[in-house]
């Protein structure tokens, strides 16, 4: 019987251009990524819920920016929220309370969300 091998993803390189978003689907954050090489013609996506993986969230960030946001208080997005959207320890959510997020804007969106 034959095999056959076929390659499903290229390794990146120079010409591989990526794209990457999130979006809210049914109050749950989403994260996309589309991956197009004009030299070998492969296209892959990717995708996940909840926050991207931090290659993803790079890119994501350096095209949209982030948003300080105030953790807990009176004026901050509460803590609860934060946790579960970010899956932080204590010791995390302490220091986010401290000193803010830098949550993207879809997330900050979702954090603000009543
Ligand atoms: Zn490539």
Redesign the pocket.
Known sequence: MAELFTTLH?E??A??RFEAWQHVVYGRLRWEEQQY?P??G?QACDGGWGPPPPRVRERIVAAEGTVRLAAGGPDGVPLKAVRALYGLTLPELRAARRTGLAATPVEARLLRAP
Do not use: L
């Open positions: 290229c990146p390189c010409s591989c090489c030299a070998s492969v």
